[in-house]
Each structure stands twice: as structure tokens, then as C-alpha cells.
């Protein structure tokens, strides 16, 4: 027995909002709540037509370094990544100091009419990729590997894709980022090293390995500006028992010092065992605000549940720590719109439930400071 509704779709929920408003009718500093809560006061506007990138356009090869390339490029350059490609270890984004006019776009050197116009959901069809066990159908029209490929080869630890502090006005497409099969965990295949802003992640596919610990897609950290959009994030996931982790997430956010958000997330394919997507849950000394997650699709395979058909756990047979879909912590104005979560379950530290709203902050019981709570 499922302990939340199994295959349960969320139509409108909107924190903070008696009634369902369409965010296109929201302006920033619209007054309609019922209390305390608040809608979003700020939303990131990630369309293409709105980071410019008219500079020139740098290649980066089979076989060459994208971070050299990268360290080349200017404000306004367009890196593009040989389609069909991959690339091994770490790859440092730096800081540009870059503004508005002016954005560096990272993607596959396929065409634009090789992906899904914007706007549209990518899905492992682009890395020729027809199914995934245990999940929704791909639905594939075509199946040519069109996107690059980043992959971190080292035992474990962050990355392959890391932004220096300050970096700022960079915007991600058509890309793969994943890791290689390792008995040590992976701990955020997308990570920033300390502050940053304008950063776009559009129609990439993220995604950890089928049986080892992959803790989470994106550590989101001290960032503001942020937009995931037409992404697909797929096996995240901590094992039971001999776990070097205990909570795995595609999207971590609302842990760290310093100004966050406004966030958007929008239109994804949301996968992993722990929570599908938190914030909070860790040490912050503020709280992130003005989050938009908007028509995703929230899931956890059955077949990570032990004793179904299909079944995949750990390699030692340990299933996945399931807990939780959406869980919110440390985090403020907050609205969550038009998504569907799928499949949850009990047996681990938790019931598990469809979304979880606990308004706390265990970090910020070390060292004897007080606890400072977050609010939608």
C-alpha cells in the first residue's frame, strides 16, 4: 500500500493563494494574498530572445578541453560542443562578469532544428536513448544522439559541471551531464563554488547511474536568478543500510549563506528517492525567495520498491531511501503550479509523502545559534 496517492496529479497549487491565479497575470508586486504568505514578488524571465549572445562562436572538438575553450570565451560568445561527444572530468565555469546584453551560451553544436523547439521538454530520445526502465514512455519520434556529453570520471565527489564564485550570465543547452559508474557517490553533478546569478539550464538532461549513489542533479547554493526549464533529471538516488548518503534530490536548494533565489522551475522531468525536489534541510543563514515550480512532472520508478517486478536497488541489493516528493524547509513565496507527482512510499525513515511542509532549519542548531524558520 502506497502511503501517498499513487499516481496523484496536482492541478493547482499556489502557497500562499486561496484561489488559482495563471502566473502570466501576476506582476511583480502584485498585493492579492491571504495573509502572511505571499506569490513570488520576482520571476526570472528565461527566454532566448531575452540572453543575447551575439559574439562569436567557439568550437570545442572530440577530444579537447571545454574548459580551456571556456576561459577563452568572452561576453556574448556562443561555446558550442561537438554533438554526439563526450567529455571527461571536471569542468570549471569561470567568471566572466558579463551583464544582460550580453550571455555566454554553453550547448551542443547541433542545430537548433535537431532539438525540441523551446519551450518543449527534452528527453533522453536527443542521446538516442529510446526507454528507461520502469518509467513513462519516451514517446521517441527520433532517436539521433544530438546533445554533448560532460561526464565525471573521478571516483565520486562534485561536479563535472562547477561554476566559479561570481560566475553570472551563462546559459546551458542541448547538454548531458552525468557521471561514470563508481562505488563512491556522486554528490552534485551540477555545483557552485560560491556566489552566482543569471544562470539558465535549458533542454539538458542530468542524470545519475542506475545503481550507485548519485546524491542530487543540481546543489543550487548561494545563486540567485536561477531558471531550470524542458529539462529531464533521472536517477538520484542514496542506498539503504550501507548508505554514505541518506536523502538524494534531483534540485537542492534554500542551504547556504546570503541572498537566493528567485528560482524557476519549469517543465521538467523530476526523478530521485530522497526528495524530488527540497529546499532547506541543511545550515542557511537566510531564505530563498520567490520560487516559480510550474508544470513538472515529479516521479519515482515502482521498480525501485522492492518486491515488484523490474526491481532495482544498490548493486548489493539494498533498495533506494525513498522519503518524500516535494518538501519544502527553508524557503519563502513560494509557487508551486499545474504539477503532477507520481508514486511515493514508507519503510525508511519516513512515511513518505507527496509534499511535506516542516517550516525549520537544522543547521542553524549548531553551535548553539537558535533555530531560524522558514515560511511560504
Given amino acids: 500500500m502506497l502511503s501517498c496517492v499513487s499516481r496523484a496529479a496536482l492541478l493547482v497549487v499556489a502557497l500562499g493563494l486561496p484561489n488559482a491565479v495563471s502566473s502570466q497575470s501576476l506582476a511583480a508586486g502584485n498585493k492579492r494574498f491571504d495573509g502572511p504568505a505571499q506569490l513570488p514578488r520576482q520571476y526570472v524571465i528565461s527566454s532566448l530572445k531575452n540572453t543575447p549572445s551575439k559574439g562569436k562562436t567557439l568550437i570545442v572538438r572530440a577530444g579537447e578541453d571545454p574548459e580551456r575553450i571556456l576561459n577563452k570565451a568572452t561576453c556574448g560568445d556562443v561555446v558550442e560542443l561537438q554533438a554526439g561527444s563526450s567529455f571527461s572530468g571536471n569542468i570549471m565555469v569561470p567568471t566572466k562578469n558579463c551583464d544582460d546584453s550580453h550571455w555566454i551560451i554553453v550547448r551542443t553544436s547541433a542545430p537548433d532544428s535537431s532539438l525540441p523547439p523551446e519551450g518543449t521538454r527534452l528527453t533522453p530520445c536527443f542521446a538516442a536513448i529510446t526507454s528507461l526502465p520502469g518509467r513513462p514512455s519516451l514517446g521517441c519520434v527520433k532517436t539521433a544522439n544530438v546533445l554533448a556529453k560532460i561526464e565525471l570520471k573521478s571516483a565520486g565527489g562534485p561536479g563535472p559541471v562547477i561554476f566559479a564564485a561570481g560566475a553570472n550570465h ?24 560560491g556566489t552566482a546569478d543569471h544562470i539558465i539550464f535549458d533542454r539538458v538532461w542530468i542524470h545519475g547511474t542506475p545503481q550507485d549513489e548519485n546524491v542530487r542533479g543540481i546543489l543550487l547554493g548561494q545563486t540567485r536568478h536561477v531558471a531550470i526549464v524542458d529539462s529531464f533529471f533521472s536517477d538520484f538516488h542514496c ?138
Fill in 170 to 193: 551563462y546559459r546551458l543547452i542541448g547538454l548531458e551531464i552525468t557521471r561514470a559508474s563508481s562505488s563512491a557517490p556522486a554528490h552534485a553533478l551540477v555545483q557552485f563554488r
Fill in 239 to 376: 542506498i539503504a543500510k550501507t548508505s554514505s548518503c541518506t536523502d538524494a534530490q534531483a534540485i537542492l536548494g534554500g542551504v547556504g549563506d546570503g541572498p537566493m533565489g528567485p528560482y524557476k522551475i519549469v517543465n521538467n522531468f523530476l526523478e530521485a528517492s530522497g526528495e524530488n525536489i527540497m529546499f532547506g534541510g541543511g545550515y542557511a543563514t537566510a531564505t530563498p525567495q520567490d520560487i516559480e515550480i510550474r508544470h513538472n512532472y515529479f516521479y519515482k520508478p515502482l521498480t525501485w520498491m522492492k518486491g515488484q517486478a523490474g526491481y532495482v536497488g544498490g548493486k548489493n541489493g539494498n533498495p533506494f531511501i525513498v522519503k518524500n516528493i516535494f518538501e519544502l524547509k527553508n524557503a519563502q513565496r513560494v509557487l508551486f503550479e499545474g504539477n503532477v507527482l507520481e508514486d511515493c512510499w514508507g519503510g525508511f525513515t519516513q512515511d513518505g509523502f507527496a509534499i511535506l511542509l516542516t517550516p525549520k532549519n537544522p543547521g542553524d542548531c549548531n553551535g548553539g545559534r537558535s533555530i531560524r524558520s522558514g515560511s511560504w
